[in-house]
């Protein structure tokens, strides 16, 4: 087939892994065959992958076969403008958007406008890479989603200062932003060009299918999560009086106290975090083994919400939240 299908069989209404930031030999420094970026995926244990090639539509028959009942192909590009990069994804086949532009030209809305009159996803990504154009100059208004933590490149380190510059950003803008009821989820891509980088890091998203339309719902709406890899796996969820919501939810509490849980596999020794419109709020060791179940009490008074941040020894993280808002 030209292109793949946008949906796949999959495994129902369920958590699924995925990596939306890929470049194949088709991108400048892209050093890996569409074939072997889709092999690599299926071993680093995703669901799903985006084509996002540099400046260019997805080339039809380059992935369509590639797809399968338990693999899903979501079409994007990387639109590498003058004055920052970001990700459109969900287009249709062969769209491509328009990226030879900067801040000053003031044709992003039109382009983000495209991409959102096919359902498409708006992603500001890597917003403080160390690099000419890299850095993101343009409003965030528009775009749906922030890329927090975006992958390696050539380091050998899968957190950079970059990304501890972008979850800092994205951190402090929460609580002013959920106030206006408008707020940015969080996404992390591997940013893959080379071999060993795929799925690292990866987006954890809840989806009702298998199925572009479900998953960019589920990036957009910010019901997701992200891991260093698929040996990590993070539970995350409040509740108060019988009533529970997790990642990306609303959790009434009728002025109640609220339970926060959080159950953490495959880090050991890390240091577990509950972040809130007051800052970090509370801190939990993982033991060596890797293993921990985290819980911590607040209310909405005192918490309009609660995010979560696992980070190893060095600080580096292994794994991050979008909120639960506590209303």
């Known amino acids: 087939m030209s292109f793949p299908p946008v949906r796949a069989v999959g495994r129902g209404a369920t958590w699924y892994r995925g990596d939306s930031h890929i470049h194949s030999v088709r991108s400048d420094g892209g050093e890996l065959a569409p074939e072997e970026l889709v092999l690599r995926a299926r071993a680093a244990g995703l669901d ?25 192909i979501v079409l994007g590009q990387e639109v590498t403008t003058k004055t920052g990069h970001w ?15 900067g801040v000053r030209d003031g044709l992003i809305d039109q382009c983000l406008d495209q991409v959102h009159r096919v359902g498409g996803l708006c992603v500001v990504a890597h917003p403080h890479a160390p690099y000419p ?45 959920i106030q206006t009821g408008s707020w940015w989820p969080a996404m992390g891509n591997s940013d893959t060009h080379l071999e060993g980088q795929i799925g690292i890091p990866h987006t954890v998203v809840f989806a009702e299918e298998l199925s572009t339309e479900a998953i960019l719902a589920g990036i957009r709406s910010g019901r997701s999560w992200i891991a260093e890899s698929a040996a990590v796996e993070v539970s995350f969820t409040a509740q108060v009086e019988g009533r529970i919501a997790t990642v990306g939810e609303r959790l009434t509490t009728h002025g109640g106290q609220v339970e926060v849980r959080a159950a953490i596999q495959g880090v050991p020794a890390a240091t577990v975090s509950f972040h809130t419109d007051r800052g970090k709020a509370h801190r939990a060791a993982v033991p060596s083994d890797g293993a921990a179940l985290v819980q911590w009490y607040t209310t909405a008074e005192d918490s309009a919400f609660v995010r979560l941040e696992v980070r190893h020894p060095d600080g580096t993280v292994a794994a991050l939240t979008n909120p639960i808002l506590l209303l």
């Open 133 to 177: 154009s890299g850095g993101f100059m343009y409003s965030f208004q528009g775009f749906d989603v922030v890329e927090v933590w975006n992958g390696p490149w050539t380091s050998d380190l899968p957190w950079q200062a970059d990304n501890e510059a972008a979850l800092d950003e994205w951190g402090r803008s929460l609580a002013a932003d």
């Open 87 to 101: 990700l459109a994804l969900g287009l249709s086949p062969g769209q491509a958007v328009a990226w030879n532009y």
């Open 48 to 72: 799903f992958i985006a084509t996002t090639e540099h400046k260019a539509a997805a080339a039809p028959g380059a992935w369509g076969h590639l797809a399968a009942d338990d693999f899903l």
